[in-house]
Every structure is written in structure tokens, then in C-alpha cells.
């Protein structure tokens, strides 16, 4: 398997603009979580899902975040409108319950 | 609510020391916890998972230790090395499918 994709690996984006980040876990792997990175919050949990169902979006921090997964090999955390602070690496993860896995990660620049 | 905490939160030792990084979690419903590294922009490589039924997991110099009851696992390294200088995280995946991080420890291993 060739692990967790996460797409793009990069992405700059200007202000109010609409940003998708994509994500393919690990084919059978039944959870799916999403992260963000900075250097004053550290890793935070925005959202997972169990067998495609979100769990859990508490942490998704405004109304402008959201994520999907129609199916168990997709998923996309969406972002409208964009803005600054919310340039950060967003990391995906999946697992089965016996270690998880993460996608190299997509660092998002808002200018 | 799963809470995890890590101590210390850095670390720097001169070469050949052992390293003793500790991890605690609230709840002890947990599948398995894991011990993750992570380098200066870079993502997160898993270094051992230990099942909640196992009480270590060791990988060459590092042996890592959980003790479920107390809500407490230990990484060991042994002979430490320049390049063992990272962020060490550790994650609890809990029974309500959760992937819970501690905020880390960072190592810098002086030659």
C-alpha cells in the first residue's frame, strides 16, 4: 500500500478564496482523522470518522471548516472563506485500530 | 475525555546518555498506544505501538512501556545519538475510536 495521500502538499491561497484538501487512507483502514499543526497550538484534532461517519467535530474550530468522507478511500476537509490564521500543515491519518498512519501532510499558506 | 500530557516537554542530553520520555492518559479505555517521532517540518513516523493487552514493545535501542491502570507509558533510548534530537509524541486511541495527543517532548542530543 502506498500509505495515507494527501493532496496537494502544498497550497497557497489568498484571503476569502475557497481551499479543499484531499485525503486517501490506507485501503480497509476504518477510522480516519484530520489535524492541524502550528508552533503555538501543536497538533490539534479538528475531526474523525469511523467507518465514514464523523464521530466527533468538536474541534473543528468555525463554521467555515468542513469535512466530508462519501466513501471509506476519500476524504476532504474544505475551508470557505480562507484567511490567514489559518495557514498551518494539516495532517490526515488512518488506522484500524493497530497503529496509525499519516500523509506526508499539506502545508496551507493564506496571504 | 481523554487528556494527555506529556513530561518533560523538552530535553537535552549529551551523547551516549540514556533518554526516559514520559506519557500519561486519563482514561484508560484505550486499543493501543503509540509513540511517534517528528522532525523540524517534517510528518509523524510511528516508532512503536504497544496493544492495550502488551505491557512493552522494543525496536533496537528504544523499549517503550505501558502500565494501563496507572494511565502511564514510557519510552526508553538507550545510547542516544545526535540524531535522536526530534519531537517524540506519544497518542492514545481510545475505545470511542479517538486518536489522542500528548503535546511532546523535544530532544536535542548534544555531541
Redesign the interface.
Same mark, same amino acid.
Given at each position: 500500500d502506498a500509505g495515507v495521500i494527501q493532496s496537494p502538499r502544498h497550497e497557497v491561497t489568498e484571503m476569502g478564496q475557497e481551499v479543499t484538501l484531499r485525503c486517501k487512507p490506507i485501503s480497509g483502514h476504518n477510522s480516519l482523522f484530520w489535524y492541524r499543526q502550528t508552533m503555538m497550538r501543536g497538533l490539534e484534532l479538528l475531526i474523525y470518522f469511523n467507518n465514514n461517519v464523523p464521530i466527533d467535530d468538536s474541534g473543528m474550530p468555525e463554521d467555515r471548516f468542513s469535512a466530508k468522507m462519501p466513501n471509506a478511500s476519500f476524504s476532504t476537509l474544505k475551508i470557505q472563506p480562507s484567511e490567514p490564521r489559518d495557514s498551518a500543515v494539516y495532517f490526515c491519518a488512518s488506522t484500524l485500530g493497530r497503529g496509525a498512519f499519516f500523509g506526508q501532510g499539506t502545508r496551507l499558506t493564506v496571504v | 475525555k481523554q487528556e494527555v500530557t506529556q513530561i518533560p516537554a523538552a530535553l537535552s542530553v549529551p551523547e551516549g546518555e540514556n533518554l526516559v520520555l514520559n506519557c500519561s492518559f486519563t482514561d484508560s479505555a484505550i %486499543?493501543?498506544l +503509540?509513540w #511517534?517521532r517528528q522532525d523540524p517540518g517534517k !510528518? /509523524?513516523t510511528?516508532l512503536l /505501538?504497544i +496493544?492495550s493487552s502488551q505491557r512493552e514493545q522494543t525496536s533496537g535501542r528504544l523499549n517503550a512501556s505501558l502500565d494501563k491502570s496507572s494511565g502511564r507509558s514510557t519510552l526508553y533510548i538507550a545510547a542516544s545519538q545526535p540524531g535522536d534530537s526530534a519531537t517524540y /509524541?506519544c &497518542?492514545a486511541?481510545s475505545n470511542? %475510536?479517538?486518536?489522542? #495527543?500528548g &503535546? !511532546?517532548t523535544t530532544v536535542t542530543v548534544r555531541a
Open positions: - | %486499543y493501543n +503509540q #511517534f !510528518g /509523524l510511528s /505501538l +496493544q /509524541l &497518542a486511541f470511542d %475510536y479517538k486518536l489522542s #495527543f &503535546a !511532546g
